[in-house]
């Protein structure tokens, strides 16, 4: 795995690095082409605004894929009241390039050097990249290296919550079974 506070720099260093794409530097969110997420199709037009895409490409994109009128309650809920509130503190929110896909089987090092492959690229909010924290395997070190870059900004815990629902539904959507409660469990918290 190498070193973690050296691969909490490098991955602030990706996610303050200015696009490549003419869109995301325009302010654009998503990415040229869409993807996959494991198994999942993963959609990313090209979006103005990060809320609507995360809404609509992320969220909202694994709850139908879901076909469960309980987690479509939900999330329409955390939608609708709650998901503008979460962003106020973050202020402007300007598209970073991310991995996507985050998690522990697909860091490594090449050289001695942090890597990362497999990913799920697109432009986004930098702190997207930490929903998939839970099985990622990020230490203090990492953490700390990382927001000396790119400080925490106010509510990062609860949109962190956030960030990884999209993941849990993923995983529900691929696997089923064990993860419909935890959907469940984070959008009652979040709403």
Same mark, same amino acid.
């Given at each position: 795995? %190498? &070193? ?6 490098? *991955?602030a260093?990706? =996610? ?5 794409? &003419?869109?995301?530097?325009?302010? /654009?969110? %998503? ?6 997420? %494991? @198994?999942? !199709?993963?959609?990313?037009?090209? $979006? ?9 490409? !992320?969220?909202? =994109?694994?709850?139908? #894929? ?8 939900? $999330? @329409?809920?955390?939608?609708?009241? !709650? ?10 929110? $300007?598209?970073? #390039? #991310?991995?996507?896909?985050l ?16 990913? /799920?690229?697109?432009y %986004?909010?930098h702190?997207? &990249? ?9 230490n203090?070190?990492f953490?700390? /290296? ?22 849990i ?5 691929m ?11 984070? *959008?009652?918290?979040?709403?």
């Amino acid at each position: 795995r %190498g &070193d973690q506070g050296a691969f909490g720099e490098a *991955l602030a260093a990706m =996610h303050a690095a200015p696009p490549s794409h &003419d869109e995301a530097r325009n302010g /654009a969110f %998503g990415f040229e082409m869409n993807n996959t997420i %494991g @198994e999942t !199709r993963q959609p990313n037009p090209w $979006t103005m605004n990060w809320v609507e895409f995360w809404r609509d490409q !992320r969220l909202m =994109h694994q709850v139908k #894929l879901a076909r469960d009128p309980t987690l479509s309650a939900l $999330t @329409e809920k955390v939608v609708d009241k !709650r998901l503008d509130d979460m962003f106020s503190a973050c202020g402007t929110i $300007t598209p970073s #390039l #991310l991995h996507g896909d985050l998690w522990s089987g697909n860091i490594g090092t090449v050289g001695g050097k942090p890597s990362v492959f497999d990913p /799920a690229v697109y432009y %986004g909010h930098h702190e997207a &990249d930490f929903g998939m924290s839970w099985c990622a395997g990020f230490n203090g070190a990492f953490r700390e /290296a990382y927001h000396a870059k790119i400080p925490k900004a106010p509510g990062f815990e609860e949109r962190a919550e956030m960030y990884k629902l999209y993941h849990i539904l993923n995983h529900y959507n691929m696997f089923g079974g064990g993860y419909y409660g935890e959907c469940v469990s984070i *959008l009652k918290a979040l709403s």
